[in-house]
């Protein structure tokens, strides 16, 4: 396998790309920057949120601080290492998703689960990035395109997680963890006809499938899908979200001065919601700016994984890149109304250590990914 | 070998940058979905959603102008406002609400009615609602919420200003009452900060409203999301309203009210020389503070559905005729216009035959009372005489003649609800498609027929005649004291002067004064002073010519009398409603007010 890596480097078929990635070795600005810049930004919107809590800020830059510790640890790490070590973490991940799921069942029941946030949150975080880096080892030691066999133990990789979460009940994260992980394969050539098939039966049975359910069942669905609302309360929430970001216009009301935030009308304003927060202060043009950041972090992201020079470096690249794009879609899409409420966080601007944590860890593995790259291209 | 799996991989390569591309188009179009969300909530509807915000933070609390009190005239309070308190519960969210709710169940005895009833709305409450957990506290509970410092949010003692008539039932027809209507725009808010503002619903409150009710203060205030106000903004005071002097003697209604217990009908005294009411009572009545107070709520109930319905006002709507009352205004007319002379008589064989026809018109005493003048026919009351007159008179003089005393038309008095009674004329009938006849004419000459009055009708002509013709518009009210204003403002009284005759007027008074001795109305008694008096008898469609008739209840009873002065101040009106007794229960008023006067 080595080898043709190495010849690749000759071979002119793959001279665009080979463009782009000295391109990328000359780039102004790293990612590590854009990170950093994406970070301060949210700490800057925790000051305003925590409004002069500053355990709350100072406890927040320490996890930012210990996060891009990892971050520099991380990059550092060859990806051969990376990949032994990826079905380990993922085992000790599946390990604490079970861990937790015994906890609750000996603990305070079931509906401890929708409030101990820190039991529920910690394992499916994790496995965000986790599966990917996985799954992306898994096929790197497989022939490509997969046989059925690769695909079936790949898929199971997928669903054993997606059950455990689900299970907590928090089928929220769990689908949202099962649609990273059902990206990646993706992104490791499984056949568009496939995809198409996959897409149209959901699409098909999704309706049917829901007609079909009672009442009450359609009911848990949702309380699954929203576990941190009451399907009552939530309306007026995601009502004052819309509020908040509506009244922020084009340049906002200013740092510090959002009153649907200052004035508690805003909930969960420091983790969930503080997208609304940056909305109401720094208006649509704040927005723009945060989507601009995004976009380029995740471009520059999945321009490595175009870069990469095998499997496991591209799906971890872009697997990673997806989850962060993905639950960044998703925070703002829910606070904004566009989707039911679902307790995701927005990723490197949420108030929490784990989020940032496991983010910056994704994003130091896609460094180490690409320095892989680069020593090939040297 | 080498050559295919270089292809293969390049064919990879390109596949899997085409996949990243899809990857990055996907997420493009993703960002610019929630640019475009933005933009529609941001840009499109700013500007509504700002407004939101500020409806968010900033709240508006009216202040409760003190509506002004009643007083009578001689000071004493008939309306005035007491404060109260209420318990309040903010729901920020329907769980925390409930939590504080069954705290504060252990703490504070809440009647399990009421209990059962706040859950209910708790139920439907919203955030940022508010309910009431307890109206009306008593000083006991009130110490009690203060010593275990129940006033503490989410709960709230909320004070307010409560409408209360110390006189109560015997004034009510007088005062009326008030009802607790939020604003408009705030009558689906439940904010405590916005207090009910009264409206005056009857009597002097509903005639004076908006004298007594003043102007509200608003206050801007900004909140946060639990409600706590943060701070206040700009400040318009509440302007008080003007207290109210009535020319009501509380004294005389309350003797008014206790002589009419167990009855129906209505009694006004007036003053004749200048159109003040001393006393307006229509029974049965009501206690206006039945409205305000829950625990009156079964009399409010009883007042609702009693079939002597308490809340009519019989003074002022009730519609009755006038019977043999009208007989003095007929004979001074005539008297004065010389269409009879004070030597006119009629023989009275008991009845009246009208040109040999078969229509024969009564007397009340069927045995006849012979030889009838002027001065007989009133005292005695003689329908025979009374026939005679009328067709001497003509409809259309009578109809002068009633309208002269203000029959058919509104007296003016400044209480709400009164209703016009009937004045028939030959147009009037007309109108209704029937032609005058000549039957219509003699029995309007004894009061009976269509014609229709209210006892205040009766009472202000009662006035007119003892004024001697000068008319004066009954009112109730005597002055308003603006609290900007350091003197009160007197109101004026429109006079509408006519002249009776000195010598008939004293003529026929003199048979009116003879009525309480051996006339009508000897049941009444002599008094020390000089009282000229009228007694009538409504019947009850019997003699208007009709078959069918309720026999089975008496006549109503009219009196009206007062003293003969030259300057009158006292006039009485009396109407029992199927009762005969309106004479004594006039001769009770009297004594017990004169015993009050001589004190």
């Known amino acids: ?378 | 070998m080498s050559d295919s799996l270089q292809s293969n991989y390049r064919e990879q390569q390109y596949d899997h940058f085409n996949r990243v591309l899809l990857a990055i188009a996907f997420f493009v179009l993703l960002t610019l979905i929630l640019i475009s969300q933005l933009f529609r909530l941001q840009i499109l509807s700013g500007q509504t959603l700002f407004h939101r915000s500020l409806d968010n933070q900033f709240t508006f609390a009216s202040l409760q102008s003190q509506r002004g009190q009643i007083l009578d005239r001689h000071g004493e309070v008939l309306a005035k406002n007491i404060p109260q308190f209420h318990l309040d519960l903010f729901v920020e969210s329907r769980a925390r609400a409930r939590r504080a709710l069954d705290d504060l169940r252990k703490r504070i005895e809440i009647d399990p009615k009421s209990l059962s009833m706040i859950e209910r709305r708790l139920d439907k409450a919203r955030a940022q609602d508010t309910l009431r957990i307890i109206s009306r506290l008593s000083s006991d509970q009130l110490r009690h919420i203060y010593h275990e410092n129940l006033h503490l949010s989410p709960l709230k003692v909320t004070p307010e200003f409560i409408r209360s008539y110390p006189c109560g039932e015997p004034c009510g027809n007088v005062t009326g009452y008030v009802l607790a209507r939020k604003l408009d725009k705030d009558a689906k808010s439940d904010n405590p900060n916005i207090l009910a503002s009264y409206s005056g619903a009857d009597g002097v409150e509903k005639s004076y409203d908006e004298v007594l009710s003043g102007k509200p203060g608003v206050v801007q205030l900004q909140r946060d999301a639990k409600g706590k106000i943060l701070q206040t903004l700009s400040n318009i005071p509440a302007q008080n309203g003007a207290d109210i002097i009535l020319t009501i003697d509380a004294r005389l209604q309350r003797i008014v009210a206790d002589k009419m217990k167990g009855k129906r009908g209505a009694v006004v005294i007036n003053n004749p020389s200048n159109g003040e009411i001393i006393a307006l009572y229509s029974a049965p009545s009501y206690d206006p503070n039945a409205f305000l107070d829950p625990s009156l709520s079964s009399a409010l109930k009883t007042y609702l559905t009693s079939p002597e319905k308490p809340l009519f006002n019989r003074a002022l709507s009730g519609q009755f005729p006038p019977a043999s009352t009208v007989k003095p205004f007929l004979a001074l007319y005539a008297l004065e216009e010389k269409l009879i002379s004070p030597q006119f008589h009629i023989h009275d064989s008991g009845y009246f035959r009208y040109k040999d026809t078969a229509n024969v018109y009564r007397n009340w005493n069927r045995a006849g009372h012979g030889r009838v003048d002027v001065q007989k026919a009133i005292i005695l009351s003689n329908d025979t005489f009374f026939y005679h007159l009328a067709l001497k008179l003509g409809i259309d003089t009578m109809s002068h003649v009633y309208d002269r005393y203000g029959f058919g038309s509104s007296t003016g008095i400044d209480l709400p609800g009164e209703k016009l009674g009937l004045l028939p004329t030959r147009s009037w009938k007309k109108a209704r498609g029937q032609s005058w006849l000549i039957g219509d004419t003699i029995i309007t000459g004894i009061g009976q027929g269509s014609l229709l009055v209210t006892p205040i009708q009766l009472a202000y002509a009662n006035a007119i005649f003892a004024a001697r013709g000068d008319a004066f518009i009954p009112h109730v009210v005597q002055s308003v004291k603006y609290p900007s204003h350091k003197t009160d403002t007197e109101l004026i009284n429109p006079t509408r002067t006519g002249s009776l005759s000195y010598r008939h007027w004293q003529y026929i008074t003199k048979a009116m004064e003879k009525v309480i001795v051996y006339g009508t109305g000897n049941r009444f008694g002599r008094l020390n002073k000089p009282f000229a008096a009228k007694t009538g008898t409504a019947q009850l469609i019997k003699n208007s010519g009709r078959t069918h008739h309720i026999k089975k209840l008496s006549d109503h009873s009219w009196f009206m009398g007062f003293f003969v002065k030259e300057h009158p101040d006292f006039a009485i009106t009396v109407l029992a409603e199927n009762d005969n007794n309106a004479i004594f229960v006039a001769r009770e008023i009297i004594n017990a007010y004169q015993q009050l006067t001589s004190v």
């Open chain 1, 1 to 378: 396998m080595y080898h043709i890596l190495i010849q690749s480097q000759h071979d002119s078929g793959t001279q665009h790309m080979l463009s782009t990635s000295k391109l990328g070795n000359q780039e102004h600005v790293s990612l590590n920057t854009l990170l950093c810049v994406y970070i301060v930004i949210g700490m800057l919107l925790l000051t305003s949120a925590s409004e002069g809590n500053h355990y709350m800020v100072i406890k927040q830059g320490v996890h930012a601080l210990l996060a891009v510790g990892i971050l520099f640890a991380v990059q550092r790490m060859s990806c051969e290492h990376l990949q032994k070590v990826a079905f380990i973490a993922y085992l000790a991940t599946i390990a604490l998703l079970i861990l937790v799921l015994l906890i609750g069942h000996t603990g305070k029941g079931a509906q401890r689960w929708l409030d101990l946030r820190f039991i529920r949150f910690e394992p499916s975080e994790i496995m965000k990035v986790i599966l990917p880096v996985t799954l992306a080892s898994c096929v790197q030691n497989q022939e490509l395109p997969l046989s059925p066999l690769a695909l079936l133990q790949n898929l199971l990789l997928v669903l054993l997680p997606f059950m455990l979460i689900a299970k907590q009940p928090d089928l929220g994260t769990a689908t949202i963890i099962a649609t990273i992980g059902i990206f990646t394969l993706i992104m490791a050539g499984l056949p568009f006809k496939l995809i198409r098939y996959g897409i149209t039966a959901f699409v098909v049975m999704s309706p049917v499938s829901w007609t079909l359910l009672h009442e009450y069942q359609k009911k848990r669905i949702m309380t699954l899908l929203m576990p941190r609302q009451d399907v009552s309360g939530s309306g007026y929430h995601i009502m004052q979200s819309k509020i908040a970001i509506g009244s922020g216009g084009f340049f906002g009301k200013g740092w510090f001065y959002g009153t649907q935030s200052h004035l508690q009308f805003l909930p969960e304003h420091n983790t969930d919601f503080i997208f609304a927060l940056l909305a109401e202060e720094f208006g649509f043009f704040g927005c723009c700016v945060l989507f601009a950041l995004f976009l380029w972090i995740l471009i520059k992201c999945f321009s490595y994984s175009m870069q990469a020079q095998n499997h496991f470096t591209r799906l971890a690249c872009a697997g990673i890149s997806f989850a962060f794009g993905i639950c960044t879609f998703i925070n703002v899409a829910m606070v904004t109304g566009l989707i039911p409420v679902v307790g995701i966080p927005l990723p490197l601007i949420s108030y929490g250590g784990t989020t940032m944590l496991i983010t910056l860890l994704g994003f130091g593995i896609i460094n180490a990914c690409r320095s892989q790259s680069r020593l090939f291209d040297s």
